[in-house]
C-alpha cells in the first residue's frame, strides 16, 4: 500500500497538526521524556571497529524483558548487554531475527524474577494507523553512546516528513527492509540511535528507529524509523507468500519462524564463479577455493588460496558478508576485487553475470 | 577502534562549502491561528528581540576566525569559549546585534572547562551594554524549549545573530576531553542546531535566560555540522568558576585525588568504588581504596560519568562533602579538598617549571593599535593579571571599610580565654618588632602562650627549626597564622613579596562543634579569596561574599600536609572605630584545635 497522502498536505491540515501540538502546555514534553524513558534500554554488543557502532538502542516490549531492536552486528555476540533506565545491567539472548522486517527480538536473561517492567504494547501499537506527513514526533535513542547505567536517552523533536517506501543503502550494502518507513526531519538515524523509539508528541509510539543509511539516488543520510504497524510480504519456499509484521514477531516470540531470506539470496546469486572455503565458523574469512573455469573469476584472474579483503572498498570480514554483497550486485556490474595473494595485496576487476540456472 | 569525534565548533575560518536555500512556505494567516500558538510565538518572538542584543559575534583582530558570545552585565563581561579566544588571541573584536564592532579583551580563562570571560570595551566611558540573565541550570529538564543563538558560518557581516530553536536532548552528560582540555562535564545536549561558529554563544530557556554556552557537538560519518547532537556547559558550572574568570585567572579544573570504578556488576545498580587513591585531602580525611562512593558534592553517585560531571563543576581547591561507606557499615561523611588537573604553575613562584607535554602554541599577536591592548597584562597562572589587580583592589577596598590598620605598626596584643584540645586556657598573642641579634636592624618576633605554654617565632630569620612554624603541635601553625593575620591587617599588598592575588570565589566552611554531626549546607559560607605569600608561608584569605568580612584564612606551612585553618567570628568594633573578630576558632586535619574568645585587642602605633 503506498500512502499519497503526504503529497497533498494542505494549509489547512498543517494548521491541525500545529494547533493539536500548541494544545499542550509547555514543559509537557519534559514530561513526555520522562514517560517514554523506562520503557528503552542502552544495547551493548559487537563492534567497534570499522564505523560499526559496539552501543544501540532498543524497546522494551514486554514486561518480563523482551526486547526489540534492529538487526545490526551488534547483536553478533554472546556478551549482549542491556542497561535499564533505573541503571541495572542484564545479559541478553537472541530470541529471533526478522530479515524482511530488519528487526530482531531478544530477552533479558537474568535469574531474578522480572514481570514489572514498563513496556511499549506493540500488538495494540500496530493496529493504529499509520500517522501523517506533518506529524509531530519525538525521537528517543542512545546515539554516540551518550547514555550508560541510569543515565537517560537523548530526546530529539522533528516531524514527519513523509510516509514511503525506504531506498536506501549502505555503501553497496542495500537496505534489508523495502517497505514503508516514517522519514523524519530530525537528524534522530546517527550511530547508537537504531532501535530506538520515534512517537508522537504525546508519547505514543509509532516507529522504531532505523540504521544509518543513505539514500539510493542522492547519497545523502537518511533519517528514517520502520512504523510499528510494517508489515512485508515475503515468498518462502515454492512460491509461498506470506505476510510477516513486527507484532507477529513480538507476539509468537521464540515460536517465530523467520523467513529465509538468505536461501533466497543463494539461489538468485549473481554468477562470479567464485567457490569459497565451507563457511564454518561465525567468522570464516572468505578464502577462495576453486575458481570456475570460464568464469568472470577466472577472467579476473582470481586464484585459489586468494583471500577477498575488500570488494568496492567496502570490508569483507567474513563468508556471509561476502554473499550478502554479492546477492545485491546487479549482473553486468563491475566490481572492484581487492584480494591478498601470499603476503600482498591485488587489486582485481571482476565483471558480474548473470545468475545461471542451478543445475537440479 | 574508531570513536565518535566530538570536535568544538571553532570556525576554522574560510567560508567553505555554504548552502543558500531559498525557502517557499505557505503563509498561514494570522487570525487563522489557534490562540494559544500565537500567543506562544509572540512570547518567542519577544524574547528573541529582548536578548538579542546582548549576543556577541567574536572575531580576531582582523575581523575573522572567531566565534560567539554572550554579554552578562552592564559593564560589559562576556563568556564565550576557550576555544574561540585561543584562536583570536587576547585582544579581540566584537561584533553586537547594533552592527558596531567593539574592541574586547581576555579577562579570565578556564582551558578544561573551555570557558573564557571577555569584555568588551564601550563606546564612550561609562555607556552601558545590553546583557542577559544567567538562568538556573539545574532546573532545565530533557525535553524543554530552548534557543540558541550566535553567528554560525560568519554568516552575519552585521552580526545579527542567528538564532535556532530546538529541544534539550539531555541533561548532566559527560563528554570526553581532548587531551586533558575541552572536557564537558555536567553539560545540556540539544537538538537545537549548531554549527561552526556558533561556539561560545548562549543557549537561552524560553524565558531568555542563559542555562549554557555552546561549544561542541557529535560528529562521525557526517560532516562537521549539525548532527543533531549539540552540547552546551552549564551555566551553573561557570557561575561556580565566574569568580576565577573575573580575577583574570588561568583557572585549573578539580579533581579527587582517586579513581572511581564501576563495580559493574549485573543486576542492581552501580557501586562506585575508590581505587588507587593518592597521597592527598581525601586520604587525609580517612578516604581509604575499597570505600565505596554514597555521594559527592551532596549528589548521589550511580556511575562514573555522574562522578566525572559532579567533578567537572569545581576549579581545584574548593571543598566539597563526599559521603562514604566502608565494608556495608554506616556511612561517613567528611569534606574533602580538592586537587588540581593541570600542572601548577602559580605557587611555585621561585623557579616556575616548563610544563611537559604540548608546549602551547604562541597565540595570535597582540595588535597594539587596540585601546584593549591597554587592558591586558600577561603574567604566568593568569590569563590577563590587569583583571586580578582590579578584583583585588576592590576586595581589600571592601575589607579596608571595617577598618583600616595601616596605622598601627607597632606593637599587637590580644588575648582571652577559651578551650584548646578540650582543656580550659588562657591565651595570649603578642607580635612586635625587636632589634636583631646584631643590634642592626629590628625584625617581628610573634609569642604565644596558650594551655600555659609559651611559644616564640621569629618569622623571618632564614634557618628556621621546621617545627617552629608549625607551633603549637597540632594547630598546624597557630603561631604562622597570628603572624600573618596581622601582617595583612597593617602592610597590606605591601607586607606579602611572594604573591598577592585574588584567588576567585570559593565555599568556606565554619568548624563543625565538637561531638555533632556535621552540616556543611548550613556550615557554608561563600566567599571572596585572596592569596598571599609572605616569608615562605602561603595563605588564602577567605572574605564573605555578603559582606566582605574576613571570616577565615588557611595558612598552609608545608604544602604535603594540612593547613592550620583559622575561623574569624563576633566582630565587634573597638576603640578606634575598627571591627576586628572577638572570637578565634582553629582547626587542623581532622580536629579543631581550640575556641578562644578574645577578650582585649592592643594595637599601638
Known sequence: MIRQRWMVCSAVMLLACITASSARADGSLAQVAQQVNPKLVKVFGSGGFRGLASYGTGLIVSPDGYILTVVSPLLDTRDLRVHLSDGRRYHCKMICMEPELDIALVKIDTKEKLDDLPYFDISAL???????????????????????????????????????????????????????????????????????????????????????????????????AIPISAAVEVIEA?????????????????????????????????????????????????YVEEVRPGSPAEKAGLLPDDLIVYIDGEQIPNIKAFKEIMGTIRPGTKIALEVRRGDKLQTLSLTVAEPRKKPR | MTSPTRTPFA???????????????????????????????EKRIAVIEKVKPSVVAVLNAQGNNGGSGVVIDENGYALTNFHVVAATGPVMKCGLADGKLYDGVVVGIDKVGDVALIKLLPKKPGNKFAFSRMGDSD??????????????????????????????????????????????????????????????????????????????????????????????????QIKNFMGHLRAGLDVDHASLGARIESEDEDGSLNKMVVRALLECDAARRGLDNGDQLVSFANRPMGSVNEFKNVLGLFPRGWRVPLVYRRDNSSKAEILVRLMGVQRQVVEDDKNPQPQPGPRPRPGPQVPSNSPAAKLYEPKAGFANFHFNKLERDRLLAAFRKQGDFSAFKGEWDWKGSGEAQE???????????????????????????????????????????????????????????????????????????????????????MPTPAGQKPDYTKQRIMTEVLRTRHAGTSVKWFFSQADGTLVGFEVTVDRDEDPCEVYLSDYKAIEGGQKLPHRIQVHHGNENYCDLKVEAWKLAK
Open chain 2, 139 to 236: 532546573k532545565v529538564k530533557a525535553g524543554d524549549w530552548s534557543l540558541a543563538m550566535g553567528n554560525p558560518f560568519l554568516l552575519a557581516t552585521d552580526f545579527t545573530p542567528t538564532v535556532t530553536f530546538g529541544l534539550i536532548s539531555g541533561v548532566h552528560r559527560y563528554q570526553y576531553p581532548e587531551g586533558a582540555l575541552l572536557e564537558y562535564t555536567d553539560c545540556i545536549q540539544i537538538d537545537t542546531s549548531i554549527n561552526p561558529g556558533n561556539s561560545g554563544g548562549p543557549l537561552f530557556n524560553m524565558d531568555g535566560e542563559v542555562i549554557g554556552i555552546n561549544g561542541r557537538g557529535s560528529f562521525e560519518k557526517r560532516s562537521r555540522i549539525n548532527s543533531g547532537v549539540g552540547y552546551a556547559i552549564s551555566i551553573n
Open chain 2, 423 to 509: 582543656q580550659k586556657t588562657i591565651f595570649e598573642v603578642n607580635v612586635r618588632d625587636e632589634k636583631t641579634a646584631d643590634g642592626k636592624g629590628t625584625q617581628p618576633v610573634v609569642r604565644l602562650s596558650i594551655r600555659g605554654l609559651d611559644y616564640k617565632l621569629e618569622p623571618l630569620q632564614s634557618k628556621l627549626p621546621p617545627g617552629d612554624l608549625k607551633a603549637p603541635a597540632k594547630s598546624g601553625g597557630f603561631i604562622t597564622a597570628m603572624y600573618h593575620y596581622r601582617q595583612l591587617l597593617v602592610m597590606g599588598e605591601k607586607g606579602f613579596e611572594g604573591d598577592f592575588s585574588h584567588g576567585g570565589y570559593e565555599p568556606m566552611y
Open chain 1, 126 to 224: 500496530a493496529k493504529k494507523q499509520p500517522v501523517d506527513a506533518g506529524t509531530g514526533v519525538l525521537a528517543f535513542s542512545n546515539q554516540f553512546q551518550i547514555a550508560t547505567r541510569d543515565e537517560p536517552m537523548s530526546v530529539q523533536r522533528g516531524r514527519v516528513a513523509a510516509y514511503a517506501k525506504l531506498q536506501a543503502r549502505r555503501g553497496i550494502f542495500a537496505a534489508a527492509y523495502k517497505g514503508n518507513v516514517y522519514v523524519v526531519d530530525a537528524i534522530t538515524n546517527n550511530p547508537g540511535a537504531g532501535g530506538g523509539a520515534l512517537t508522537t508528541r504525546s508519547g505514543e509510539l509509532i516507529g522504531i528507529i532505523g540504521k544509518e543509511l543513505q539514500n539510493e539516488a542522492t547519497n545523502t543520510w537518511i533519517n528514517y
Open chain 1, 238 to 286: 515454492e512460491n509461498k507468500k506470506r505476510m510477516v509484521s513486527i507484532a507477529e514477531v513480538v507476539e509468537k516470540k521464540e515460536k517465530y519462524a523467520p523467513s529465509r531470506k538468505d536461501e533466497l539470496k543463494t539461489k538468485e546469486e549473481n554468477y562470479h564463479g567464485i567457490v569459497l572455503v565451507p563457511d564454518v565458523v561465525e567468522f570464516t574469512p572468505p
Open chain 2, 11 to 41: 570556525w576554522p575560518g574560510l567560508l567553505a562549502g555554504l548552502c543558500l536555500g531559498l525557502l517557499l512556505a505557505p503563509t498561514v494567516q494570522a487570525q487563522g491561528l489557534d490562540k494559544r500558538l500565537r500567543e506562544a510565538e
